[in-house]
């Protein structure tokens, strides 16, 4: 599963979200080389049509998702396990 973004990245870190898309991209290079790993991309669906990072399905704290945000993983992690259990 990929790492996910949050609205506090830039002030945890100056590359704190750019060292998670890196760490992505390499989990997806090593889940494509081994047949047994599945790469989920729940980060997508977290982003506007812009690239942006929705911020309204963050809580207060900027890190967590709210009810809401996590609507957007239910169909992601539930087509993966579809997937894995083909």
Same mark, same amino acid.
Do not use: C
């Given at each position: 599963?990929?790492?996910?973004?949050?609205?506090?990245? %830039?002030?945890?870190? !100056? %590359?704190? /979200? #750019? =060292? #998670?898309m890196?760490? =992505? $991209? $390499?989990? +997806? @290079?090593? &889940? @494509?080389?081994?047949? =047994?790993?599945?790469?989920?991309? +729940?980060? &997508?669906?977290?982003?506007? @049509?812009?690239?942006?990072?929705?911020? @309204? +399905? *963050?809580?207060? %704290?900027?890190?967590?998702? =709210? $009810?809401?945000?996590?609507? *957007?993983? %239910?169909?992601?992690? #539930? !087509? !993966? +396990?579809? /997937?894995? /259990? #083909?």
């Amino acid at each position: 599963m990929s790492m996910k973004p949050t609205l506090i990245d %830039d002030i945890l870190g !100056a %590359d704190v /979200r #750019k =060292n #998670k898309m890196i760490t =992505n $991209q $390499q989990l +997806i @290079e090593y &889940s @494509e080389s081994k047949s =047994n790993l599945h790469y989920v991309d +729940i980060t &997508s669906p977290m982003m506007d @049509e812009n690239g942006k990072l929705k911020s @309204e +399905i *963050f809580l207060e %704290d900027g890190m967590h998702l =709210n $009810q809401h945000g996590y609507t *957007f993983w %239910d169909p992601v992690m #539930k !087509a !993966a +396990i579809d /997937r894995v /259990r #083909k």
